[in-house]
């Protein structure tokens, strides 16, 4: 029986395209946490900004929840749709709609994918800086929600830097053009800044002017085999230091074996406890300043192995190695943490950390990895096979109930770029002050008034 709602919703919104079945309502109602089982009420697909209004001037009028949806390649479940909601997907409002070559911004719809938006500014040549791997899945209504950040960020910062302007529908259907594109403006209330990583809480993104940067330099990319964590964060400082980093990530052994697994090519004849994939700007692999840092490193004793690419093919297959992680433990169901200290307290950091979880996970594979350059680690715990898939979360809740305090005693955060979604829920109190949650309780009541914007994500309704 098919819900009246949606008869209503037809007539208050004629011409919508609306999604129902079975297969419909899984694909859309669920994102890459996979742990919550979809149920959606149906998929709204507007096509214009004049649909997305109408459909949430219907949905805040007659109480229904609303899951603004992307390319749900999130890993907190912000965009699950577990419990009847309306997904309302922006995935057919992915126009690129403008270029400015003076101010240098692209404006597109929320629903353009990030590989999409990297290739138009490539073809004005310039370049969109954020980058991660799920760029061709991802959109960047979604990027904005969780402020995403990637492989750049150390460069180019997060995709908040990026944001010069953007428009958002909020609950009540208002729709709100914030800032314009402008590079200064000092009127008040930076309302773009509320929307980017507000995970669809406080109203619908629905358009973005996003500031394209001068393209890339060229660069070298590397591979260093090294011994620890404390010679890992010398040999970051070192080369900082003397060359333009453009990238600097790390991964473990645990993540290579997995990658390996998964069909890429080892990259050394034996294995090492850790490794650093970089790019950084050189003239080529033989580039002067290059060979003088990697020597440095060498001499210092820090780098077991190395390899510098020789060609963009040897590149890919270097990052190839990074990149392809998530993919490579996505089969075990791992439980993941994406935590951020400054770069400064990361030393005091780890050590704690890793004593903390060597303690709480014996005998589990763990795999760290991520963006250490600007402090952000991704710690993923593979569910041993003989573990249930609940007991194995619950446990490893637990466990990242420790975690989260060693990182708010270090001054950092649970989610880095993720979001909070509902699986961080538990551990915002750990990153942000009663008074700072109080806030932005007021704000999403302020702005959504009937609170049907993607409720109980971030932190749950008030009980009524
Ligand atoms: O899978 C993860 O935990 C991290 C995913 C992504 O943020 C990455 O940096 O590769
Ligand atoms: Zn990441």
């Known amino acids: 029986m098919p819900d009246p709602r949606l008869d209503s919703l037809r007539a208050a919104v004629p011409g919508l395209r609306l999604a129902t079945t079975p297969a419909e309502l899984e694909h859309y109602g669920r994102d890459w946490t996979r742990r919550w089982t979809p149920a959606p009420l149906a998929v709204a697909l507007p096509a214009d900004i004049g649909e997305v209004q109408g459909v949430l001037r219907w949905a805040s009028a007659g109480g229904v929840a609303v899951v603004p949806s992307g390319g749900r390649t999130g890993l907190s479940g912000g965009a699950v749709a577990a419990n009847g909601e309306l997904v309302l997907s922006l995935e057919r409002m992915r126009r690129v709609l403008d270029f400015d070559p003076v101010d240098r911004t692209l404006t597109v719809e929320a629903g353009a994918p990030l590989e999409a938006v990297q290739e138009a500014a490539r073809g004005h040549g310039l370049q969109y800086p954020v980058d991660f791997a799920a760029r061709g899945s991802c959109t960047i209504g979604g990027n904005i929600a969780t402020n995403a ?13 990026q944001v010069a302007g953007l428009k958002l529908v909020t609950a009540t259907g208002e729709l709100l053009d914030l800032n314009r594109g402008l590079v200064k403006n000092s009127s008040g209330y930076d309302l773009r800044h509320l929307a980017i990583a507000s995970e669809g809480t406080l109203g619908v993104v629905v358009e973005a002017t996003l500031k394209l940067a001068p393209p890339p330099p060229p660069v070298a990319t590397l591979l260093l085999a090294l011994p620890s964590f404390e010679v890992l964060m010398q040999v970051f400082q070192a080369l900082r230091e003397r060359l333009a980093l453009e990238a600097f990530e790390f991964f473990t052994d645990v993540a290579l074996r997995h990658v390996l697994a998964h069909g890429a090519q080892a990259p050394f004849d034996r294995a090492y406890p850790y490794y650093v994939v970089l790019d950084a700007a050189a003239e080529g692999p033989d580039d002067a300043r290059l060979l003088d840092a990697f020597g440095h490193c060498a001499g210092e004793g820090w780098v077991e192995d190395g390899v510098v690419a020789q060609s963009q093919a040897q590149a890919a297959q270097l990052w190839r190695l990074r990149e392809g992680i998530t993919e490579a433990l996505a089969p075990h169901l791992p439980y993941k943490n994406d935590v951020a200290v400054r770069v400064s307290a990361m030393p005091a950091f780890l050590a704690e950390a890793q004593a903390l ?21 991704h710690i993923n715990v593979l569910k041993p096979a003989a573990l249930g ?13 420790h ?15 993720h979001g909070i ?10 990153t942000r002050s009663n008074a700072e949650i109080a806030v932005m309780r007021a704000l999403r009541a302020a702005l959504d008034p009937a609170g049907i914007l ?6 749950d309704p008030p009980s009524r």
């Open 454 to 459: 993607n409720p109980g994500k971030l932190f």
């Open 403 to 417: 975690l989260a305090g060693l990182v708010e005693r270090h001054g950092g955060t649970i989610s880095a770029e």
């Open 421 to 430: 979604g509902l699986v961080k829920k538990p551990y915002l109190g750990c």
């Open 389 to 401: 898939q609940e007991t194995f979360v619950e446990r490893c809740g637990a466990v990242t109930a």
């Open 357 to 377: 979880l060597a303690a709480e996970y014996p005998g589990f594979e763990v795999a760290w990895f991520g963006h250490i350059g600007d402090g952000n680690l």
């Open 149 to 161: 950040g990637g492989i750049r960020v150390l460069r180019y910062g997060n995709t908040r830097e």
